[in-house]
Nanobody, 120 residues
């Protein structure tokens, strides 16, 4: 069983920068991703990164503003969020996928989520 623990969420202002972290158990074996869920909405894909960081994929809504990265030595995946907007407000979830899962949206394990609130 893979355990994922997110941190770094909080209340920020529009235009701010925030970096989320997700510590995992044995993350180097999995593709990693971030999803988010705003109140009353479905959970949406944000970004994904392949093993060895050789490929990334972003939702159009965050492309150019968010960056996903991983440090397998630390079993940690990051989501740096620049130029935050009020519409980025959501609970952000870390996710892990086995290599056999579909790219980029496949998920086999979820974290518990961390709240990000962007004020205008």
């Amino acid at each position: 069983q893979v355990q994922l623990v997110e941190s770094g969420g909080g209340l920020v202002q529009a235009g701010d920068i925030l970096t989320l972290s997700c510590v995992t158990s044995g993350s180097s074996r999995y593709r990693m991703a971030w999803f988010r869920q705003a109140p009353g909405k479905e959970r949406d894909f944000v970004a994904a990164i392949m093993r060895s960081s050789d490929a990334t994929y972003y939702a159009d809504s965050v492309k150019g503003r968010f960056t996903i990265s991983r440090d397998d030595a630390k079993n940690t995946v990051y989501l740096q969020m620049n130029s935050l907007k009020p519409e980025d407000t959501a609970v952000y979830y870390c996710a892990a996928a086995r290599p056999s899962s579909s790219w980029p949206y496949g998920v086999d394990y979820w974290g518990q989520g961390t709240q990000v609130t962007v004020s205008s």
